[in-house]
């Protein structure tokens, strides 16, 4: 076994669930940061544990045939794309891979099943410039200059970045009218360590297909000096819709507080999704690859099968996104989300898009679908509650067996799971497939190029009693 501060040569084979690089010396795994599939590398033990342990890389032997220059000039110390060295055909077939894996060694699926009905990942014909937000955290460099950028992975460190491969690149020019206003005005930026400083973070938004752009401070404090100064600044842009301020004088890794403040324009943008419009604030929670939302989305509703006369439930809703793409094609939709203010976004964008067979409850799913399921069967004896599709889209940490069981109860003719973790997915298939389910159609999206992280979405049709 390998112990810390060993140096070993290991050809990489994998790839983890952050892009970092895997591979096996005498049967001893190894995780290597900013190793690639096919990689030879000269490596140093930094931490051993009893199965496995975690790698320097210190030098390539012999570079992978899929391993590419990185668009970015600071790739291997920001935090936020962990695989672009790694060729986009490949980051597609390795994503794809790992939602095999997974659904074969935790939901116990057959291989043979999952290469029938697994189709085609949904890759990008563009894979950069495709983020519609970005979060800068501003500080100081170790001479004391301004800098916005993006934090080293794993830490709190800034890696000063303001063109940003993966983001539009207004974002530049904002970030420097922002940087000069503060320094010509003598504001200063947020020191975590101190709690003291006024700038905590530059947000940005930008609508894809309305062009409209938002620009919100995040502070520590209730008010910001020369304001003034900073929206006729901003305000020449082209697009420029919103320019706010958020406050937010906790001590917390949280970005954002809970108080808007408008200083020009108005406190939203809009953009689309399809034919649907949004409205979005900025506290909304919206998908950050609007190119790819579309394919998720549409695929969700192909998958769905909807004539018209069909009772939906979208569990997990936010702020109405596949809710209102549902809407369009279902006889009546119901969304569930536990955040009060997602509900109240998911309320005014279907008033703004006139859909009306739309109806959004507050709540944790694992209450409000059992709750609604229990109400049902008082007020109508003898019956259940029905949904013909239910659609769902939890956080990373998958559904509560409550909602499944409840889903389960419900018997709608088709389920379509939408997932970010193929992990969880994988173990909510498997109860879902234990209870009277089949699973029809699996298909990964790819909405984070060059980073580890791919999205699913999976059809499954309630089996004939036997």
Request: hydrophobic share 40%; aromatic share 8%.
């Amino acid at each position: 076994m390998l112990k810390k501060n060993d140096m070993a040569v290991v050809t990489i084979s994998d790839m983890g669930v952050d892009g970092e690089g895997i591979g096996k010396v005498d049967g001893y795994t190894l995780f290597v940061k900013d190793a690639v599939i096919g990689d030879v590398v000269n490596v140093k033990v930094m931490k051993a544990k009893k199965q496995y342990g975690y790698a320097r890389l210190m030098e390539i032997v012999e570079p992978s045939p899929y391993r590419t220059e990185p668009v970015c000039s600071v790739a291997r110390q920001c935090g936020g794309c962990q695989i672009q060295s790694l060729s986009y055909e490949k980051q597609l077939e390795f994503k794809k891979n790992k939602v095999r894996g997974n659904l074969i060694r935790i939901g116990g699926f057959e291989e043979k099943l999952i290469d029938r009905i697994m189709e085609p990942i949904a890759g990008m014909e563009e894979p950069f410039h495709y983020r519609n937000k970005a979060q800068y955290p501003i500080g100081k460099d170790k001479e004391g200059n301004l800098i916005a950028g993006f934090y080293a992975g794993r830490t709190h460190q800034i890696i000063s970045n303001h063109d940003c491969a993966l983001g539009v690149p207004i974002n530049r020019v904002i970030l420097e009218k922002v940087l000069a206003f503060m320094k010509e005005n003598h504001i200063s930026a947020y020191d975590e360590t101190t709690g003291k400083g006024l700038v905590r973070h530059v947000l940005i938004r930008f609508g894809f297909i309305t062009k409209e752009i938002m620009v919100c401070l995040v502070i520590n404090g209730t008010k910001l000096p020369c304001a003034e100064k900073l929206t006729e600044s901003l305000a020449q842009i082209p697009g420029m819709t919103s320019i706010t301020y958020n406050i937010n004088c906790e001590n917390t890794n949280v970005i954002m507080g809970n108080e808007i403040r408008l200083l020009w324009g108005q406190e939203y943008i809009t953009d689309y999704i399809g034919d649907v419009k949004y409205q979005i604030s900025p506290l909304s929670f919206y998908q950050v690859n609007p190119v790819q939302t579309n394919v998720l989305y549409g695929q969700a509703l192909e998958y769905a099968g909807l004539t018209g006369n069909e009772t939906v439930w979208d569990v997990y809703c936010g702020i109405g996104t596949i809710s209102l793409f549902l809407a369009q094609k279902a006889k009546k939709v119901y969304g569930v989300e536990i955040v009060p203010q997602a509900i109240e976004d998911a309320k005014r964008n279907a008033e703004i898009n006139g859909i009306q067979n739309a109806e959004f409850y507050v709540g944790k799913a694992e209450e409000v679908l059992p709750d609604y399921y229990a109400a049902y069967a008082k007020e109508h004896p003898g019956e259940n509650a029905h949904a013909d599709v239910i659609v769902v889209d939890p956080p990373r940490k998958g559904c509560e067996e409550s909602v499944l069981s409840t889903m389960v109860n419900m018997g709608p003719d088709r389920i379509v799971y939408v997932s970010c973790d193929s992990a969880t997915l994988a173990r909510d298939l498997k109860y879902l497939c234990e209870n009277g389910y089949g699973l029809e159609k699996v298909r990964a999206v790819d909405m984070f190029p060059m980073t580890g992280h791919v999205e699913t979405v999976c059809l499954l049709s309630r089996k004939a009693p036997v």
